[in-house]
Structures are given as structure tokens and as C-alpha cells.
């Protein structure tokens, strides 16, 4: 795992440190960070590179539906320190994560343009999709963004929506509806990445190492909209290397139909992780949880699974150059 770039957090009151003003700014929530918002991220990149301007991003923390509707938060692709640590893969300087609270949302549009944008994050350029809205009750359209913008002589650009190739609009939302059925190669197909889960690697049982599979568990947010079962993976550390495994997210009802967690075996490999942040990217789908009998039946199943997860691992190349930095422990 590579780190990202800078993070900040700052309010209307509280400029850009000088190096990062003047610079583009590609702005949305970005949960997921997909081939849609990659579209957007990118169109700002090749601007920055192109005027030599600095590269910034902002998003907001925690996602504005949560904050509108608490009894019904949004289940995250992407916690803001994976979010950054993608965005700073694509270049990005700096990740403005500005506090979305009711007081922000109550801002007026052009409060939010003159003493926010122009005035703390001093834009020289803005690039927003199509259907960015933003200050109070949604007033804030992009249009509205881009007249108010061309009497500063502030760049605006507005990008298109991006569609899959069956010409449907890719959305968090259809990731949300895949991992939650188990179709991981479809939410990665949208990603264009292979979809990944951080987390730090605590104590379990230690039922799998008196099986001769010992895991590296990982205790996943409660709303993870993973589907439980067994996946083939890539485990990276902190070094950015990844290793091969194969993966359990559920309740262990063979054992003791506990909290979930997520156990990753890691192939050919025998060293200690208790206590690292590691990143696992979610290659595939084996199958669903199941219970055993015993044992015996449940490692002849594991040995099974195994060789299914090796075979898939085997057959799979990087979808993008962004999913070879991720999972397969490219460097950049």
C-alpha cells in the first residue's frame, strides 16, 4: 500500500496552504472512486499536467446522505482513508475533506463559490460532472457554477455522465446492488479496479491455524455490503507488496456463528500480521458459506477452495493501471 497524497481539512476560514492554491479543483463525494468519477478525476488531472497547475480534490466526509437521513446512512465502497489513498494513486497533490454538517449544507450557492471555492481552496479551475449540485436545498447547479465562475475568469469544466458498455450510467449505487448479491466482478467491472477492504489485523480464535490455514482477520464495519462467502484475493502490506489468498467473510457456523469477520489465508506464506493495516482486494466470488459436519469435511473443503482461488488468481491481469497499483502491488 502507498500512502496518499496531503490531507486536509479546512472551512471557509482557513485558506490552501500557498503551494495548492491556484490550482484545479475536481470536486464530488467520490464514494467508490469509479469509472465515472475516474472520468471526472481524470478530465482535472490532465488539466493540472496540462497548465501546471496543482492537482486537488474535494470531497466530503462524512457522505451527505448520512447526514440528511442518519437512520438510513450509506453503506461506504470507499472509508475516506482509502478514498484518499486512491486519489493520491491518481495524481492527486492534495484531498480537501471538508466536514459535511447541516450548517455547510445551509450555505448558499454563491457562499459556497465565493468564500469557500474561490476564497479558502483560491480555484483556478473547477471540474465537476454533470449532475453536481450543491448549497442550500440544492440550489447550486453546475451551470450555476459555471456562470459564476467566468466573470472571476475561473475555469469550469462539466463532465459528461460516463456509461458501461451496455450504455447504462455507472453509479455507486449499482456497486452497492453487486457486492450485495456476490457479483464482485461486476462491482469491479464499474470500479475498474478490483474493489478492496482495510482494515487492521487483530487476534481471532486461532481456529484456522489448528486447521493448518491460519488467517489474518479483519473486523469489517457493520453495514460492509459484501456478500458473506468465500472470495479469492490479494493481500497487501504496508511495503505495497501483495500476496496471493483466498478469503472468508461470515459467522463461521461450523464453529461458533459468531461477529463476522473477514479471514484471509495467505498463500505460501508464514509470518506474523496481528496488529498491520492491510489492504485486500476481492478478485472473485467462490462460494457461499456453509456449515460442516466437522472438521475433517471443512478443511477437505478449504483445500478445494484453495485451488479454485489459485486458479483464478492465476487467470487474472491488472483492469486498469490504477487496479495494477492496487492489487497486484505495482509500483508507481
Known sequence: MTGPGRILRLDAATALPADLRGGVVAIGNFDGVHRGHQA???????????????????????H???????????ARLTPAPLKARILGELGFDAVVEQAFTHAFASATADSFIEDYLLGALGARHVVVGYDFRFGARRAGTAQTLADACASR???????????????????????????????????????????????????????GRTLGYPTANMTLPHDTLLMQGIY????????????PGVASFGRRPTFDGGA??????????????YGETVAVSVFGRLRGEMRFDDAKALVAQMDRDSLDARALLSGSNPLSPLDARLSFGVAT
Not at 44 to 50: D, L, S, V
Not at 232 to 243: E, F, S, T
Open 153 to 207: 475568469d475561473v475555469g469550469v469544466s462539466v463532465i459528461a455522465e460516463f456509461d458501461d458498455e451496455g450504455g447504462a450510467v455507472v453509479s455507486s449505487s449499482r456497486i452497492r446492488s453487486d457486492l450485495s448479491v456476490g457479483d464482485v466482478a461486476g462491482a469491479n467491472a464499474l470500479l475498474g479496479y478490483r474493489w478492496i477492504v482495510e482494515g487492521e489485523v487483530v487476534h481471532g480464535r486461532k481456529l
Open 260 to 273: 463476522a469477520l473477514f479471514e484471509t489465508f495467505v498463500f505460501d506464506f508464514d509470518d506474523q500480521l
Open 40 to 62: 471526472v478525476l481524470g478530465a482535472a488531472a490532465e488539466i493540472a499536467a496540462r497548465q501546471g497547475l496543482p492537482l486537488v480534490c474535494l470531497t466530503f466526509e462524512p
Open 64 to 74: 451527505p446522505r448520512t447526514v440528511f437521513r442518519p437512520e438510513q446512512p450509506v
Open 232 to 243: 479469492a484475493v490479494k493481500l497487501a502490506r504496508a511495503d505495497g507488496v501483495a500476496m
